[in-house]
């Protein structure tokens, strides 16, 4: 039997009961070697997130693990998010593409997912959001929104160049031609502000600088930051990119006005994948996109077909899935707002916001 690609093993008649408890200190080592394990699990899933949530946003989590004699057989991660504007949730994971449940045997998946929505009766939320990037619970309302885009690494440097469609290559040459070179950092200083200033341009807040100072911390080697420095030495893009075992995921990127001239942003994506390659990883995940906009446009200029993510929702306090996007007309205002403050304080405001945006 296979569930979302993965091997599982149906249980047993005479199998001991499925459990479903709150992951405890205690618990942490257990739930991260299922992880490491798990074919279901992604980046997202790993027990980090936890601290980080909890420590950066203030959001109260609710880790849960299905066990079977003693042995954990599904994970779940799920935070508590508390807005006036954008409402209370129980998700899998904010701040996180992927999510939901992670499992090695099909009844835990859906018990995880009924003790999601036990919990977030309890806790009084109005939905509960699992991030899934296959279907799990059939009879949930679904959101169509986004999708993701992986393709497989290939083991030659020059293979993987070839692959990339013809005008795509043109500009990733264009700028190796202008003198690009690209840095790996050891910290989030220069990412960081060419991050804030772009999704300023782009009228969002940014995230806070310490947050991510943390994930650089917690993950180590796992999380890596790249920067595209002109022929001058000036950085004019950066990327910040999660490692899960042999898989590479761009997350959060920030660019120079003249990036688009240079044609940084191509050699960036690049230079990730070239080095990804040398590094022995084999899928390259370009993330999460939201269909039409020019994200998605950019990775299936790449090369890249999409894949719908499955996010799904217990709705229990509303009727219809929540629209918390930029694509919502309702936010328009907010958007053209924020484009026109000055960025020291877009910065200093934004972290109040985006807290509550997940």
Known sequence: MRLSG?????????????RVRPCTPGDRGRWRDFVERCPDA????????QDLIERVFGHRTHFLMAE??????????LAQVKSLVFGHALVSLPFCVY?????????????LAAAARELGARLGVAHVELRNRVVRE???????????FRKEIAPDVEANMLAIPRKQRAMVRKGAKNGLTSEIDGDARRFFALYADNVHRHGTPALPKR???????????????????????RPVSSVMSFYFRDE?????AGDDVAARELAANDFKYWEL??????????????????????SFDFKKNWGFEPTPLEYEYALLKRESVPENNPLNPKYRAMIALWRRLPLPLANFLGPFVVRNLG
Do not use: M, N
């Open 6 to 18: 993965a091997e599982v093993r149906p249980p047993a008649t005479d199998a001991a009961p499925l």
């Open 42 to 49: 992604t980046f997202f899933h790993r027990i980090e997130w």
């Open 68 to 77: 079977r004699d003693g042995e954990v057989v599904g994970v779940l991660p």
């Open 99 to 111: 999510g939901g449940v992670a499992v090695t045997e099909p009844a835990a998946a859906h018990a």
């Open 138 to 148: 059939p009879d949930w309302p679904r959101q169509s929104l986004y999708v993701t």
């Open 211 to 233: 947050y991510f100072d943390a994930l650089v911390d917690a993950f180590g080697r796992d999380c890596e930051v790249l920067t595209v420095v002109d022929a001058r030495g």
């Open 248 to 252: 590479v995921l761009p997350y959060y």
């Open 273 to 294: 994948l070239r080095r990804a390659c040398e590094r022995g990883c084999r899928v390259f995940d370009y993330g999460r996109s939201k269909r039409g906009t020019g």
